[in-house]
Nanobody, 127 residues
Framework: QVQLVESGGGLVQAGGSLRLSCAAS????????MGWFRQAPGKEREFVAA???????TYYADSVKGRFTISRDNAKTMYLQMNTLKPEDTAVYYC?????????????????????WGQGTQVTVSS
């Protein structure tokens, strides 16, 4: 069992940066594959990025590739560094965790691959 708490959201102007954090409870954080999703008003939740257990492998949605960076440390925290933000990045951002290993991170684009979810943090990008 793991509990996830996101933080770091806020209001930023287009072109600016934010760093989201996802703090995890439990002693087995390093065994979870982790991901970020987002949901804009009136839209379905969509995949943003995923990271392997070791942090050595990452996978991104095309819409954020080159602008966002996912990472994790040994202190039970995952991050999403968001640069060159655009108004279309406005959404509630969620972190998620998967117990089982994922042979290919590309499968982690689906919500049903994850076992645990955080409550979300709002990111608003003004034009």
């Amino acid at each position: 069992q793991v509990q996830l708490v996101e933080s770091g959201g806020g209001l930023v102007q287009a072109g600016g940066s934010l760093r989201l954090s996802c703090a995890a409870s439990g002693r087995t954080f390093s065994t979870y594959v982790m991901g970020w999703f987002r949901q804009a008003p009136g839209k379905e939740r969509e995949f943003v990025a995923a990271i392997s257990r070791s942090g050595s492998s990452t996978y991104y949605a095309d819409s954020v590739k080159g602008r966002f960076t996912i990472s994790r440390d040994n202190a039970k925290t995952m991050y999403l560094q968001m640069n060159t933000l655009k108004p279309e990045d406005t959404a509630v951002y969620y972190c998620a965790a998967r117990r089982e290993q994922a042979r290919f991170l590309s499968i982690m684009v689906s919500e049903d691959r994850y076992n645990y979810w955080g409550q979300g943090t709002q990111v608003t990008v003004s034009s």
